[in-house]
């Protein structure tokens, strides 16, 4: 399983589709940045590239990443490739995760390295891989990089910090590495020891304050849901002294099984129960929102303050956990469920990774970033996510519910649909691509309805900060046929309690 969120301010992104094709010999790719859309240059096409669905192909490949920066001088100014463009051409190209770090790495040789430090998860249906990259400055057309396949019973999690630390040189079943890697920081001065002892991270991109709290605290609350974290605490809050604090691992060994469910409720966390928790503070608002306003630090009267920074945030612009088996026919092994928005507002559609398009509300081609369109599920989600964040406790329970109720649809039927598929497979592989194309596309529009749905319930059920009530998911209504009389739930207690002792007795009624 590979899971990521794509967190970026003001970014509105489609599921991307590339479907399988020919090319002829001379044909050229053109590279244009993900982030900024900004014409980066050509590249030679591949003689045959391969069906990709978001971040998913028909081989069951899948790659996600975090941006660590690291370095600034590193950057190659003048490279035609950004980290976003070799995720999506070595998806293409690629059969394998280790085939993909081929082509991401001889890519980035080859054309130049034009982003800041990049952590990548590169999977397949039998392996994954942790891969960090730098360029190695501008107009080098050179890049250092360490890949590390993280072990079949581990978790690992990266969150724009630097993961990798020393590796195992002599491994080369399990690591992998590029020839500049170490003697580039060596004649850069950045590390002088014996080469065993050589830190990746340490010599290109060490964790200040922030890549510790709103970096590696994402990696800690992660880990926490299958090991005990405890010892880790001091470094993942990072105020005192790397030294003085323990190293979290590059993965962990957990306590019980996972489950694609599991890894989509840890895409939701907000250090809930944690020293790190989102509840003990004005910032949550009157109805405790686990969300803090950006940017992630802040200025008073000359003294800088921060905000936490959890896995779910509000600028996701989607999220997705991708499923690899290795047992089942490709077409029907992998698959991304996906979402257009933060984790803990979206539900996931499952879309398999050999379909022929992606559902239709994941790409509406009315919409961009600065354009609404009632057919994207970006839009569509975002809308009813917008109304919930200011006011949390009162108006998630019902998102929740809706969110729950489909996705536990969604795990119920998967079983048989797969089934069915595995039918029509054994007809042609094209009957079953056909049959799961249609049926993820169903779920994508029978998500984007319901979420049109809720949108109108919500603005109708708490219109001015009431609530109306319903009754077997029905709105009340009077004997006189107008609508119930609404309730009034005022401040949440533990609102009610801070007001009052904050404000001491400014608001206190008087005795009579």
């Known amino acids: 399983m590979c899971s990521y969120s794509a967190d ?28 900024t859309n900004r014409y980066w240059g050509e590249i030679p096409e591949a003689p045959e590239t391969y069906n990709v669905l978001g971040n ?21 100014s003048t490279g035609i490739m950004d980290y976003g463009s070799l995720i999506y051409v070595a998806l293409q190209r690629s059969k394998t995760a280790r085939e993909a770090i081929n082509v991401m790495t001889t890519l980035a040789e080859t054309y130049g390295y034009n982003s800041e430090g990049e952590t990548f998860t590169i999977c397949d249906p039998n392996e994954a891989w942790i891969m960090e990259m730098m360029g190695q400055g501008a107009g080098s057309k050179k890049v250092v990089w360490v890949a590390v396949r993280i072990p079949d019973d581990a978790v690992c999690a990266h969150a724009n910090q630097s993961r990798i630390r020393t590796f195992d040189q002599k491994d080369k079943q399990n690591v992998m590495f590029s020839k500049e890697c170490i003697t580039y920081a060596r004649k850069m001065g950045w590390f002088s020891g014996k080469d065993a002892d050589f830190s990746f991270r340490d010599a290109y991109a060490a964790p200040d304050f922030g890549g510790r709290r709103y970096c590696d605290a994402r990696v800690w609350a992660l880990f926490n849901y299958w090991t005990d974290m405890t010892p880790y605490v001091d470094y993942a809050a990072g105020i005192k002294p790397l030294e003085q604090c323990e190293e979290m691992p590059l993965w962990i060994i957990p306590s019980r099984k996972v489950s694609v469910r599991d890894v989509q409720n840890c895409m939701r966390d907000h250090y809930e129960g944690t020293p790190f928790a989102l509840d003990d503070d004005m910032g949550e608002g009157i109805w405790q929102m686990p969300y803090r306003p950006t940017p992630l630090s802040f200025s008073v009267d000359g003294k800088k303050y921060f905000n936490e920074r959890p896995v779910s945030t509000q600028q996701s612009a989607f999220t997705f ?59 569509v989600c975002n809308w009813v996510s917008n109304m919930v964040y200011p006011r949390y406790s009162q108006m998630f329970p019902t998102l929740k519910e809706v969110r729950d109720r489909l996705e536990n649809q969604y795990a119920e039927r998967q079983a048989s649909v797969e089934e069915e598929a595995m039918k029509r497979y054994s007809n042609s592989e094209a009957e079953a691509v056909d049959y799961l194309t249609n049926y993820s596309n169903s779920l994508g529009e029978q998500m984007l309805g319901t979420w049109k749905e809720l949108a109108y319930r919500l603005i ?15 709105f009340e209504r009077s004997k006189y046929g107008l609508g119930a009389t609404v309730k009034r739930p005022g401040y949440p207690e533990r609102t ?17």
């Not at 109708?460 to 029905?474: W, Y």
Request: net charge negative; glycine share 8%.
């Open 8 to 35: 970026s301010y003001g970014a509105y992104m489609k599921m991307a589709h590339y479907p399988a094709a020919k090319h002829a010999k001379g044909e050229m790719r053109k590279i244009f940045d993900w982030d």
């Open 56 to 76: 998913i192909n028909e081989y069951q490949v899948s790659i996600a990443e975090t941006t660590f920066g690291g370095r600034e001088e590193m950057a190659d």
């Open 321 to 379: 956990v991708s499923q690899l088996r290795a047992w089942l026919p490709r077409q029907i092994g992998g698959i991304i469920w996906f979402g257009n928005d933060d984790a803990n507002m979206i539900a996931f559609v499952p879309v398999y990774c050999g379909n022929k398009m992606p559902p239709a509300c994941f790409n509406d081609p009315k919409a961009d970033d600065i354009t609404f369109s009632e057919g994207s599920a970006f839009w």
């Open 460 to 474: 109708v059920k708490f219109n001015d900060m009431a609530e109306k009530p319903e009754k077997d998911g029905k």
């Open 496 to 512: 009610a309690k801070r007001l009052s002792t904050s404000t001491g007795n400014k608001f206190e009624v008087p005795a009579q």
